[in-house]
């Protein structure tokens, strides 16, 4: 590591006052929230703790993490909206799992009730330690947001028992989990309560992790199964233990796994200082960003392992994207953003966060998708498990971790505005609000006003205590070509103080300075990488961060016969009254005609083609109307 | 029915002398068949009649249907070229079964020898009456061929007991194959033995099909499972089986078991003269080649059903395409062209079987391809179960129906190349060679020469025994724009004598007459219908009737980034050497260029373009050669 990592503001100390985020973290937590839990409900995964051998709702192996992934959002929202209803909510949970908790500390509600003497027999398989780190993040979070430490400390008693069951000692198991997250939750809790332990049982786990002999091979021959029963080569990538961590050189397999994996890598690196980690990551970085990313910051293409296929294939309609994904990337940018301080991590973040992210829930906050295709057809079927998922949000899945994924999320964003160490205040994401950051041993405030992301224009005033020299870091977009920046009114130089993507200000800050940022967002006419074989020939449109699709609903029926002429004059209009309010782009394109073309389906004759208005809206905001198609990529003329 | 149904001409009164044929139909008898009674043999499936219990090489529930096609296929060339190490290996198989067959006349491997008490108790997803079918098949051209009844009475014999079993009488099961294929199989024993309970009983199949209550429902309930184990709307249309046959409106299911289903409705309508039957077969023919079918005459876009999804729904790289499809459709237009005497058939019958047919079969005839997809990169996955064998032609499959399938219609290709009332004799397919028919009583002796499908020129010579006045109906292809004829040197108007596609000349015919016909093949652009979302702002290349496509082997990586500029010119050379002598199709075109496009999947700044030199094959022979990509459509510029 160059430097010591940065410091994330927490989103206690960042409001929000502006068009684009306040009203969703508002939404979330006056829809999302009641919404899952009346789902949880519902699906009785909220009975479990109660459940006994012979009643329907068994409590499956997944769905601790579920919940807990609700009651961690829910925890965020009551640290910055206290509601006694929610709280009430929440600690019914919590009294339900103490109430079954083991005496040795064992937390997982399946194996504790269900399959009693299966526990730690699975680690590939069955969720285990993917649950138990869900459940120490909202442990965590709700002892931040409450004070009261019921949840932490039986989830510290948890952590113990994990610590002496795995382990390099004599009886120990050196396992690690089959879905990972279990790491980067064990730094939470090292950081929150400070027992170095926690730190080290994550390092164990990333440490562990593909070393032969294999792990898996030997608990499935203790399970007295045949270790070959998976497809071998295929299923150690699908959960990134072909080898160990530090020699992984391409993203593979299922993508909340990988992404779960580096960020937790990441977070071991951080607080460990164990460099040998970062060459792996940043490789990885490279693997997933420059050759297994979709336009939207989607990963995973394909739905046979919800995961990664090879390089630069980059399918739309059939492309899979799970939510959860797109959360789990930008929970891994934010990090490797924390070590490297650079842009590259916080561009993606925000392309993660603002299109392949909030694309997975509605915009009234109540329905969600697990598959986030690029272009969609009503006919055309998903590789979903759960038909008729893909191009309609519902309520809830069978597996449902993607809405409390981006529920916990989006009740925590304003954590992802700003960081800090003692000599610097970053900012990353612009929106407009406030943030109070420890710079040098004092509070500075900075405002933000700006429309962002509808307009690249931020005004920003700092309010430190007293008159002080520290470093104003500023993200310049990498989707940004011509950034102006003014100090108090005087034009500062960006080409001078721009170091990886942030335009570094060194100077004495006094209160009521003022700084603007000018982000000239004109719509680009984006191409793939000549090698994205699904994408050749076409164009999608990106304003800013934002980027756009067709529906149907505001054009018409064979999007896919658009052609968008080179020359093409684009508009951008912002439409109060659309989604809540967006910009959207409309323009005039060619379009082949089906009228006259005849009953053949091939022909020697050329189509002929008209001119049609187009209209097209923020990608994340698509299916919020009318079902119909959709698509991102356009033909380009 | 307009008139009295067409007779093809029999493939042993058809011989090949020309370019294209003659050679496909040796290396069919000399490579092909001996490959595949290896193949037989070292599946097990040619000892599958000793099998006992405790051995391996259980003789699956499609095993004797994959013998019976390779049966039939050694059964047609031993007509025409016979073989005695052929006739040996044949004759022992015939023996063999003969050894197996119950008292009663049952003959179906696996249920004789596996499992004895559960004949006729799984119709729906069995195979027995399929496997029974080919089997008919085999005994018929077997008895043509050789002159021998063995095989032909041990297939009455099984018939009868088949109809014993069902009807419409007390104790008789109503029921009818899930895989159909024996309709058609029985007419063709009605036609080798004038049997008409043959006919009767092919009839009663495809008029109990689809009807209510679901006799699989009955057959399951028997068994003792829920009849809706399987998922229902679905299951009855993936066997054509929602709906009785006559209300069928579209295409659906698996792409076989619907071709081999109409083939045998056109069959019975034919022969039974029942015309309630042909407004649902001229439905579904333009259900399937006006909305579900590819250009190269592939049918049964996914793999999910091996068959139909939705119109216009026409995938490239993802494309099932089952080779037995291409045959089965071959097989269906045949009889709709006897039957309604239009050459649209003909036109899709050339289409598919040069094309999506031949695709199927190596250049050399010893390897085979499941999977017909229109594009291919070597990255991508098959939908196939039998991984690796959609981008290579490999020796045999687990389930191997198309090897058999495609060296059967080879060995009668002769067979589709004429046909003959009592008053014309008509030419559906041209190549170099000559026929013998049957015209008012006396041999007619038609002669073509021409390098057809590599030029459109046809020189035919008539030679009746003594003049004789008669039709001849000649096809003009619907590809071709600018047809021309001569008889005897002197110009006939097409336009006056053209009907439904055929060129009807009606006089007086003598010994020597000369008939000329040139029926120009100009490279063309083919665009799809604007409602394929798959291929808008493409274009395929087409010849006369071969589709061509683009191989990396020719070209160079990345295929995708080309784009056929309008103008581009194409020029068309005979390349003696290449593939067994093909027209390879070369000419410029613009390609995206990868060199200094930089690391970054996306970028606002379009692409640099260079000119590249491009040549295209017949798409049924990709595959021969290196390993690549391979697409048949390229963007349009």
Known sequence: MPRKPLTPVSFTNVTFDDVFWKPR????RTNTLPIEHQ???????????????GMPGMPHIFWDSDVAKWLEAAAYSLATHPDKKLAKQV????????AIQGKDGYLNTHYLLVEPKKRWSDLRGCHELYCAGHLMEAAVAYAEATGKTKFLDMMCRYTDTIRKEFGRGKGQKRGYPGHQEIELALVKLFRATGKKDYLD????FVDERGRKPHYYDAE??????????WHFGAAYAYCQADKPVRELAEVTGHAVRAMYLYAGMADVAAHTGDKTLLPALRRL????TQRRMHVTGGIGPTAANEGFTFDYDLPNESAYLETCAAVALVFWAHRMLHLDKDAKYADVMELALYNGALSGISSDGKRFFYENPLAAHPGAPSGRREPGTHHRRVGWFGCSCCPPNIARLIASIAGYVCSSDDKSLWVHLYAGGSAEAQIGGQTVKLTQRTRYPWDGKVSMTLRPETAAEFTLALRIPGWCRKAALKVNGKTVSLQAVTKKGYAHIKRT???????????????????AHPNVRQDTGKVALKRGPIVYCFEQVDNFKNLHDIALPADAKLQTTFDAKLLGGVCVITGKAKMRVVEGWGDELFSADATKVKTVAIKAIPYALWANRKPGEMRVWLNAR
């Open 220 to 229: 499935a021959k203790a399970r007295g199964e045949e270790s070959h029963r």
């Open 285 to 288: 970085w490279k693997s997933t």
């Open 509 to 527: 800050w006094t209160k009521g300075d003022r700084v603007a940022l000018d982000l000239p967002m004109p719509v680009e006419r984006i191409e």
């Open 201 to 204: 049982l994550a390092k164990f």
């Open 25 to 28: 973290v508002e939404i979330n």
């Open 39 to 53: 789902q949880l409900k519902a699906s009785g995964q909220l009975a479990q703790y109660r459940w006994k051998p």
């Open 91 to 98: 600690d019914a949970v919590v009294d339900d799992m103490a």
